[in-house]
């Protein structure tokens, strides 16, 4: 008898639990049929012209039947600088030795805030700093170095120039921004746009301004610790679009979209505003309603800020920014790595993450220790930081996101539209985060820039303030009936 007719035989009472009454094979394929459609990406302009520090609408055109992803298409301008005369030169002025390149995550950080409007109602917000939070949770690692170019996170835009002795350009490069409305992350979801007869869909963004995208600092000629002097950066937006991805249905479906009602479980996004926290230990108080899924916080030094180190939440300033780098990887320090052509001989950028330096010139999560307690009862005792920035997007996330993402959960999978639990804040009357963050996030020591190198003076330290901001998902309830689409629980 040979090795695989044996193990067949050896069938015993416990094996009734496994094979018994089998419902399935493995060994024959099943699929079920699906109806007839297609999808076209479709270009759609703003009315108005889209540049940095502008608020701009786009009114969906009813190409198709349903709406689905959408991604906001843009081009960042240019960027000149000039050598000569042994001085280095941007916009008339002299940036030698300091810095002068595109921030980290550029394509993020351009969006100020993003919103849909459905027949004059406001149905969900989103901020440029949740796309990042929702990257760093959500991203598939194996999508991540595409997604770091659609967003312009990039050596091209990120290396800084200040140190060169010739003449050049930062390069003009197209962004790709993809949207995370409920509607763009689930298929099911779709916005049927044939059930809207008498109701509008906008995209409503207001951008950045261009002195919060693109740094340009020169080294002071006198005390050169006690400030950075910064330099007006220039130009304009061009190209910038949405491309919307449409549904067209067969006759069948389509005729049932537009006849009947819909009801559609979706999620929104929740923030109340910053809260600015001068002191280690705090109570801050959760303005949220509705089924809350997660709620997700950081907090962040205002000098970091001030650096433009936008999605920098540790409680250091990081120093690798004004250095040559690889977004790609995490802050690998270049310049601590010998004959780095050896090194990275035979590898490409994504395989750059295997030669970092970890945490060498990166703080801590800031932080410290949290507490949730509801009515004046603690949800959980108190957790030290890296619970909430590990622990917990280990057990419910893709992946775990950089230092100083923080994240509870109420549910198993927050993810997925499926509901695993949640917290009904509506019937809370008293919510509050307890949070105590490092000693380093309320201080700061004195910046110096030279040789394109940014360092803080850690050895005297003064009082200062960090913002603390904390976001919320919740399910709420779109009814589309006659035409016409609204909320079903307002706020």
Avoid at 7 to 34: E, S
Avoid at 56 to 75: A, E, F, K, M, P
Avoid at 313 to 322: G, Q, R
């Amino acid at each position: 008898m040979g090795g695989g007719l044996m193990q067949l035989v050896a069938y015993g009472a416990q094996d009734i639990y496994l094979t018994g009454n089998p419902q399935i094979t493995f060994f024959k394929v099943v699929y079920r049929r699906h109806t007839n459609f297609s999808i076209e990406s479709i270009e759609q302009t703003f009315n108005g012209t889209a540049d940095f520090g502008k608020k701009v609408s786009c009114t969906i055109s009813r190409n198709g039947d349903l709406v689905h992803r959408i991604y906001l298409q843009t081009s960042i301008p240019e960027q000149e600088y000039i050598y000569t005369e042994n001085k280095l030169k941007y916009n008339s002025e002299e940036v030698t030795n300091g810095i002068l390149r595109w921030v980290d995550w550029v394509g993020e950080k351009l969006i100020n805030y993003v919103e849909i409007d459905i027949g004059g109602q406001k149905i969900d917000k989103h901020y440029g700093e949740w796309l990042h939070i929702w990257n760093q949770l959500t991203n598939n690692p194996g999508h991540e170095e595409g997604y770091q170019r659609m967003v312009g996170n990039m050596p091209e835009l990120t290396k800084n120039r200040a140190t060169s002795t010739t003449n050049g350009t930062i390069s003009s490069q197209k962004l790709y921004i993809p949207l995370q409305f409920w509607f763009c992350r689930n298929p099911g979801l779709a916005l049927p746009l044939i059930a809207l007869q008498y109701h509008e869909v906008k995209i409503n963004i207001e951008f950045q301004e261009l002195k919060n995208l693109f740094i340009a600092q020169k080294v002071p000629t006198t005390n050169p610790a006690d400030n950075i002097l910064t330099v007006s950066p220039a130009g304009s937006l061009r190209d910038t679009s949405l491309w919307v991805d449409y549904i067209f249905l067969d006759t069948d479906e389509r005729r049932r979209f537009a006849q009947l009602s819909h009801e559609y479980l979706i999620e929104q996004l929740q923030f109340p505003g910053e809260e600015t926290i001068s002191t280690t230990s705090n109570k801050i108080r959760l303005n949220f309603n509705h089924p809350v899924k997660e709620i997700v916080w950081v907090a962040q030094k205002t000098s970091n800020i001030d650096l433009m180190q936008s999605y920098n939440y540790t409680d250091l300033a990081d120093s690798s920014p004004t250095l040559t780098h690889n977004p790609l990887g995490n802050n690998l320090l270049q310049s601590l790595v010998e004959n780095l052509e050896t090194v990275y001989a035979g590898t490409n950028e994504s395989h750059y993450h295997n030669l970092q330096l970890k945490n060498v010139d990166t703080g801590k999560n800031t932080c410290s220790i949290a507490r949730l307690q509801l009515n004046g009862q603690d949800r959980f005792t108190e957790r030290a930081g890296d619970y909430f920035n590990y622990v917990q997007p280990y057990n419910h996330h893709t992946r775990t996101p950089h230092v100083g993402i923080n994240v509870y959960s109420f549910g198993l999978k927050p993810e997925e539209h499926q509901p695993s639990g949640t917290c009904n804040f509506s019937r809370i009357d008293n919510a509050n985060l307890f949070l105590t963050v490092t000693d380093n996030t309320v201080q700061r020591g004195k910046f110096n820039l030279q040789s394109g190198l940014l360092t803080e003076n850690t050895t005297t330290l003064t009082s200062s303030s960090a913002k603390v901001r904390i976001y919320a998902t919740n399910y709420n309830v779109l009814r589309i009936m006659s035409g016409m689409g609204g909320l079903a629980y307002s706020n």
